[in-house]
């Protein structure tokens, strides 16, 4: 607990390693947990497969859930 899932267009690795420890830290800094309980993966999608394979299946059927939407904010 918790686990964040980033689903992304593809970037270079240094991109990556850096987001995902902005991430790590904001986690460890406002959740309160320690860091043995946070995982983190990152799944790349092109942008042609990007509506079928995460917005589709990922985001239409959690709207409910989201709490940025295409840069809106929900709450």
Known sequence: ???IAIKAWPKDEETKK???EEINE????HWGCPQEAISISLEEY???E???KVVK???LTK???MM???GDKKY
């Open 63 to 65: 709207l409910d859930k």
């Open 57 to 59: 299946p990922e985001v």
């Open 50 to 52: 990007w509506e079928e």
């Open 46 to 48: 092109s942008p042609d």
């Open 18 to 20: 850096k987001v995902v």
């Open 26 to 29: 904001v986690f460890l800094k």
């Open 68 to 70: 940025i939407l295409s």
């Open 1 to 3: 607990m918790p686990y």
